[in-house]
């Protein structure tokens, strides 16, 4: 069974970079044909796609997040890490890390998803 982790802190200051680490057992990053995304949901909001580390290296970016967004990975640890830069209080939401098989790269869809992290931007 795939699991995935999120880890980072639980407050960011504003103007901060926010740092978050996913930690995956059951399938390696590097799968071919996985998708590793980062997916975020603020409060009473659905959920938001953020980006996709595809298993080959390849990452894709939310259009609307890009110029803040970057994902990255560590292969002998097998997780990958999503910064999000000059976070305001908009970008406070419970944030996930998912995985999905094949042409799936885009959007919210995924088979295996974390618990999620609560994050909340405020000075």
């Known amino acids: 069974q795939v699991q995935l982790q999120e880890a980072g802190p639980g407050l960011v200051k504003p103007s901060q970079t926010l740092s978050l680490t996913c930690t995956v057992s059951g399938d390696s990053i590097t799968t071919d044909n996985s998708n590793w995304k980062w997916i975020r949901q603020p409060p009473g909001q659905s959920l938001e796609w953020m980006g996709t580390l595809g298993g080959g290296g390849n990452v894709l970016y939310n259009p609307a997040l890009e110029s803040r967004t970057t994902i990255s990975r560590d292969t002998s640890k097998n997780q990958f890490t999503l910064q999000l830069s000059s976070v305001t209080p908009r970008d406070a939401a419970k944030y996930y890390c998912?995985?999905?098989?094949?042409?799936?790269?885009w959007g919210v869809g995924y088979d295996y998803r974390g618990q999620g992290t609560q994050v909340t931007v405020s000075a």
């Open positions: 998912a995985r999905s098989l094949g042409s799936t790269g």
